[in-house]
């Protein structure tokens, strides 16, 4: 008998079935209502020389490349039981509550099984085919590698695609149940797909009397007279049951034993073989250490074939039926009458069928079993027509499942009730309560909302908001197209909050949709006075984030012993606990994992800017500062700001008469604020308004960077003249000159300068967004401060940033730590990858899958007649070359991506060089003037300029010379 200690599990399941069946509930239930997926023949019907048969809609059969990262060309070269793999895979892992990515260059094992060769048969016939990239869609040994060797996957296990006709998929779950006990891979994956492209099998079948005579299975029934062919797959992750608590995996069912066997020579190929079936059944029982009356159901091949069945029934009521003791007979059934017989898939469908039945404590009916084979109840055996509880018995739940290959290769798996799972914890904790980010992503915004949708139906019965939170975190994967993410401490906010993302509405607990750059230039920006904490504490709800707290402790302790007047007062005392903050809230965001690229800072912000690029320490920072503070505290009583929406030289100009009265800071185009004595910038103001302009006094800040700070500017740096900056560790951007900084030079002397001078943002932040590589702008402040300068300066710079510029405070309308963490939410939807906040739970929530965006695979216009340049002018020539090249190059590229221009690079951009053989290739068959163009021509090319320009080079001398 196998022990937990010894067992595999089950823990991921998934599948794609007729009658719009995306899961395995909905599989269930499907089987326990008895519902028959099998489509009638009718001629009016697109594939009616197929029918009947269990097919897959147009919709149910669609491929999301752009989530995968395909290429139109690949998309149309492709396999659709590679498509429809893709997506299986990824979605058995969402159901296990393993993200996929966490297992990429791990020693994890693929099998897949399938018998179907419909693709071959259309891409690689005679006349057929061109490039690798056919071969590659198209060969079914590509079937396990196209998934293992994805980028996004990258497993280093075995990886291998069995054909063995119907019994193809139950072999490979046979070698990844082997794969585990013998330690040969730590995670393993079986899948299958079937799809009827060809009528070939279906004449072939037909003609070979195996196909039902009335479109129905009729399994071990006296009106069986074959099976219908079916469409769909699936996919199962297997996992030693040691490991499961290890990944906070649950077993599903737990798998007992498992053998194949070759019938031998006993009987003529294509004929069932009683005493092969005999052997295998004997041995795998004796494997697993199991009596007969220990085994409740056996899901059988049942093809519904006279001698198919006939066979199956003799095998089974020898080894298991016989032996059982009189009124306990073997229940047997099968899922072909539900959904067709899908070849080599066949055998994963009933596994997963099993699967389910084991879990929910139920057999669901075989349909279409009415009048049962006179030798079922001679041999032991009973057909259940209607769903009927588990069999309530001494021993754990036990089933076997059974494939027969058409050559004769068969496979039977033990599988047995998995152990419940322990009951969770019954009081709530005070983390239960607590708000939590719960991260949804999607190939696309369309997707994303389908998701959300089915998020927010799913959140009163997903568990708590933290578990929620945890799974979506960690057990989820967020690389894809589109992002969003929730903040919320109860299930109903989170509910109404998704539902507001699948309506595209917006909700205060709600960050996103958008479409994350690729890792965006993260640039924090300290905010200058006024971003101080409402109250001097200023941190209320934070005090659950020791690295806030402790860091926001460290900070004023080292203001308090730099400042020589011991506990200050205004600005001497608001000014240090605004730095403080800043300070605490960059160590809090980088325990997140969040850390900048550049650190800008505005006026006093450049002291938190200093220390957070490596140039100042703690205490030298905090020596700054107070000196700093203490200083414009001496000016507060001669002047102030004032806010205005000049653009910089009217303001210089405004000014220029005024000798005590200067532009003090250009924090946009049209945001400018002055420096003086109040009564001149009151008369301003006045002034100001009349003629239209907008003003607002800043009452509470000094008289920085003006005329009125200039002894004290004199004085700052002989009272910090002991720091010693050192060079940045992160790039730092100066606002007093409006460029990098080294670090060293921003000693005593340049505090004194930078007081004085004004302050440089918006030529600052536009030099720096207007980079190629996209920015996300944080403002760390308690209070933000520049948030409509700054996204004034972002839309200015590129015109991507006009409509949502990416721009994140940590500031909001909630408490501190809601308003830190609603931050970090934005700053994962424009692109970062946080350390999120929620630990992983041991358990994973069972959350709704992720929706897709289905595209059609059909092929990409790239306008392929072909052209004889040798007839057109050579300009026009060059041009036609160019257009081709552009047209291919795009049907190349991943779906979603960009066209490179000019000297970007291709290899970057996607195009490694399969793309580029196929691109040489098709160049040859749409230009014939370009046959003799050697494949390094194309190879060597590293951007789109070079590329065009090889080829034309090419093109013109040998068009000359024969012209």
């Not at 200023?538 to 860091?551: D, I, K, R, S």
């Not at 450049?606 to 001496?634: P, Y």
């Not at 050697?934 to 013109?956: D, N």
Request: proline share 7%; glycine share 8%.
């Amino acid at each position: 008998m196998t022990t937990p200690d010894s067992s595999v599990a089950v823990v991921g399941l998934s599948c794609r079935l007729p009658g719009h069946i995306r899961s395995p509930q909905a599989f269930w239930d499907a089987l326990v209502t008895g519902r028959d997926l099998v489509t009638d023949h009718t001629d009016a019907h697109p594939r009616a020389d197929i029918l009947p048969a269990a097919i897959l809609t147009e919709t149910e059969q669609g491929f999301d490349a752009a989530h995968f990262g395909f290429s139109p060309t690949e998309v149309a070269a492709m396999d659709p039981q590679q498509q429809m793999l893709l997506e299986l895979v990824d979605e058995a892992f969402q159901d296990a509550g393993m993200a996929l990515t966490d297992w990429r260059g791990k020693r994890v094992g693929l099998w897949v099984g399938s018998s179907c060769l419909d693709q071959a048969l259309l891409r690689l016939g005679p006349g057929q085919g061109g490039t690798m990239v056919d071969t590659a869609g198209a060969l079914p040994s590509m079937l396990a590698n196209r998934l293992s060797r994805h980028r996004l996957i990258d497993w280093r296990g075995p990886s291998e695609a069995l054909d063995t006709a119907c019994s193809a998929s139950l072999v490979a779950a046979h070698r990844a149940h082997q794969a585990l006990l013998t330690g040969e891979v730590d995670l393993a994956v079986v899948a299958s797909a079937n799809t009827l492209r060809l009528d070939t099998h279906t004449r072939m079948f037909a003609a070979s009397r195996v196909l039902s005579d009335d479109g129905c299975v009729h399994p071990f029934d006296q009106g069986g007279s074959g099976f219908v062919r079916g469409e769909g797959g699936g996919a199962l992750i297997l996992q030693r049951t040691a490991d499961c608590p290890t990944t906070g995996t649950r077993p599903r069912a737990l798998v007992a034993a498992s053998l194949t066997n070759c019938d031998g020579a006993g009987a003529p190929i294509g004929t069932p073989n009683v005493a092969g079936q005999i052997d295998l059944l004997t041995r795998t029982y004796a494997q697993a250490g199991l009596a007969p009356d220990q085994v409740d159901y056996v899901e059988g091949h049942a093809t519904g074939t006279a001698a198919g069945d006939a066979a199956e029934s003799r095998a089974l009521g020898r080894v298991l039926g016989r032996a059982r003791p009189e009124g306990e007979p073997l229940l047997v059934g099968g899922v072909k009458p539900n959904v067709g017989h899908l070849e080599g898939g066949a055998g994963l469908i009933a596994l997963i069928k099993v699967v389910l039945s084991l879990e929910h404590g139920v057999i669901p009916p075989t349909i279409h079993h009415t009048h049962p084979l006179p030798a079922l109840q001679r041999m032991g055996l009973q057909v259940p027509t209607t769903a009927r509880p588990w069999p309530q018995r001494e021993h754990t739940p036990t089933a076997g499942v059974s494939a027969f290959g058409f050559g004769g290769t068969n496979a039977h798996l033990i599988l047995q009730q998995a152990p419940p799972a322990p009951n969770p914890p019954s009081a709530h904790s005070d983390e239960d309560q607590a708000p939590h980010l719960i991260p949804l992503s999607a190939s696309s915004t369309a997707a994303l909302a389908q998701s959300a949708g089915l998020w927010s139906a799913a959140m009163g019965q997903a568990g708590s908001v933290r578990q929620v939170a945890a799974t979506a975190a960690h057990r989820r994967d967020h690389h894809h197209g589109a992002r969003a993410v929730v903040l919320a401490d109860s299930a109903p906010q989170a509910a109404q909050a998704w539902d507001a993302a699948a309506q595209g509405r917006t909700h205060l607990s709600l960050a996103g949709p958008r479409r994350p750059a690729h890792k965006p230039l993260v640039v924090f920006v300290y905010p200058g006075h006024g971003a101080h904490p409402a109250t001097l504490s200023g941190h209320h709800g934070l005090e659950a984030e020791p690295v806030f707290t402790q860091a926001l402790e460290r900070a004023r302790l080292a203001a308090f012993l730099e400042s020589d007047q011991g506990e200050a007062a205004g600005l001497a005392r608001v000014q240090p606990a605004q730095w403080a903050w800043q300070v605490a809230a960059t160590a809090l965001l980088a325990s997140w994992g969040v850390r900048p690229d550049v650190v800008v800072g505005h006026s006093l912000g450049e002291l938190a800017a200093a220390h957070t690029a490596g140039v100042l320490t703690l205490h030298e920072a905090a020596l700054v500062v107070a000196q700093r503070s203490r200083l414009l505290e001496q000016t507060a009583p001669k002047g102030e700001l004032l806010a205005t929406s000049l653009d910089p030289a009217r303001a210089q100009e405004l000014v220029r008469s005024l000798p005590t009265v200067a532009v003090a800071s250009i924090n946009a185009a049209n945001a400018t604020v002055l420096s003086g004595p109040i009564g001149e910038l009151d008369l301003l103001a006045d002034q100001l308004a009349k003629s239209g302009v907008w003003t607002r006094r800043i009452s509470d800040a000094p008289p920085a960077h003006g005329p009125l700070v200039a002894d004290q500017a004199e004085q700052l740096p002989d009272l910090v003249k002991t720091i010693r900056p050192r060079p940045a560790t992160t790039a730092l951007w100066s606002t007093a000159t409006a460029a990098r900084a080294q670090g060293p030079e921003w000693d005593a002397a340049y505090w004194g300068r930078q007081l004085r001078s004004p302050v440089l943002l918006h030529k600052t932040v536009r030099a720096l967004a207007e980079q190629e590589r996209p920015v996300v702008v944080v403002e760390v402040g308690a209070r933000s401060v520049l948030a409509s300068a700054l996204a004034s300066t972002l839309a200015q710079a590129q015109r991507r940033y006009e409509v949502d510029p990416p721009l994140v405070c940590t500031d909001g309308p909630a408490a501190p730590r809601e308003n830190l963490l609603m931050a970090l939410g934005q700053l994962y939807t424009f692109g970062l990858n946080p350390s999120w906040p929620t630990p992983s739970t041991p358990t994973a929530a069972p959350l709704p899958l992720r929706a897709w965006t289905h595209h059609s695979s059909a092929a990409p216009q790239n306008a392929n007649q072909v052209v004889e340049l040798s007839a057109l002018e050579t300009e026009r020539a060059r041009t036609v070359i160019t257009e081709r090249v552009t047209a291919l190059v795009r049907g190349l590229l991943p779906q979603g991506s960009a066209l490179p221009q000019g000297d970007a690079v291709l290899a970057e951009a996607g195009l490694g060089s399969l793309a580029l053989a196929h691109l040489h290739i098709q160049l040859i068959h749409q230009l014939p003037d370009l046959a003799g163009l050697p494949a390094h021509v194309v190879h060597q090319a590293t951007t789109m300029s070079a590329l065009v320009k090889a080829i034309t080079q090419f093109w013109a001398p040998a068009h000359l010379a024969h012209s």
